[in-house]
C-alpha cells in the first residue's frame, strides 16, 4: 500500500472516530514504544 493511501485511511479512521464518539482524536505518543507498551503491560498484570 502507498503511503499516501495509508494516510487517507488514517484520515478517514480519525474522522468517524470523532464523528461517532465526540471526542477528538488523540495520535499517541511514538517516541518510546516499547516502553508504553511495558508500562501498560505492568498495570494489566498488576490488578
Known sequence: MSDDYIESVSARYI???EHITG???Q?????DVEGRIQQNLDIFFKS
Open 15 to 17: 474522522e468517524l472516530y
Open 23 to 25: 471526542k477528538t482524536f
Open 27 to 31: 495520535k499517541a505518543d511514538l517516541t
